[in-house]
């Protein structure tokens, strides 16, 4: 606890689509509570206001308006939110993503935690792995984020599947060009790139609570794949149940979850959070 953590006054908030059941703002405000800050945090979800992407830039232009220090940004509006800002960091930037934005002397600054939050949980986690062929589902915002993050975890290839060619080109060639070439390339079949992987990421929206399901024909699994997904609410997803009935390593969307706060409370707040505690007490709230 700092001297000053006590006259700090924290309103923040999430955007995003279906996020009634975020663990978010429990997440922040206990952490808050904890360091003695005044902390409210608010769900601003585009399903429930009957909204959507196309009404981003009056949401953010409202929160900055009425005093927000600062927004999380979810699904569908990772990219999209981009355009709004004044600057970006280098992770931002590089990863073209941005979940985490600071409105700070009349700014819009835009980071991205998720890189951070998924590489940590995964070196928890999977640290031991093999690494040498990955597939990951998905190359929209979050997608990004994790794509980055596997392969500063020494992924040798990672192989990107998503409903939309264009946008998983778009990310290999980022990919490629800011983490070594042929790295990443576009996956086509997805049968046979499964049966020469390692791990299997998902990190497309499907196995939310809105959106059930799997984001692959569970026939491809195997017990020697690893496999991690970044929904966390459920935290049990269903390709989570099919991996583990197989026996294989999984890891949760929790640690993802927990770690890219920590790090967006410590932008908000200015203050460094007590990642055991945040991680302690999420576990706690699954439970």
Known sequence: ????????????????????ASRTPSLHEHEGDAQGMRYLYRLIDIDALHLDASALPGLIDGAQRSGFTGLNITYPC???????????????RAI????????????RIGHNTDCLGFAEGF?????????????QMGAGGAGAAVAHALLGEGVAELVIFDVDAGR?????????????????????DLSAAMANADGLVNTTP???????????????????????????????????????????????????????????????????????????????QAH
């Open 206 to 284: 499907v196995g939310m609570s809105k959106l059930p399901g799997t984001p692959l024909p569970v026939e491809l699994l195997r017990a020697d794949l690893w496999v991690a997904e970044i929904v966390y609410f459920p935290l049990q997803t269903a390709l989570l149940d099919h991996a583990r009935e197989l026996g294989c390593r999984t890891l949760d969307g929790g640690t993802m979850a927990v770690f890219q706060a920590v790090k967006a409370f410590e932008l908000f707040t200015g203050v460094p959070a007590n990642a055991e505690r945040m991680q302690a007490f999420f576990s706690a």
């Open 123 to 135: 070196r928890r986690g999977l640290g031991d792995v093999a690494r040498r062929r990955v597939v």
């Open 96 to 107: 073209g993503a941005v979940n985490t934005v600071v409105f700070k002397n009349g700014r």
């Open 1 to 20: 606890m700092t001297s000053n953590s006590t006259q700090l006054s924290i309103l923040a908030g999430l955007i995003g689509a279906g996020i009634q």
């Open 168 to 188: 998983a080109q778009s990310l290999v060639d980022n990919l490629n060009a800011h983490l070594g070439k042929g790295r990443a390339r576009v996956g086509h």
């Open 78 to 92: 990772k990219q999209a939110v981009i355009p709004l800002l004044d600057e970006l960091s280098p992770e931002a």
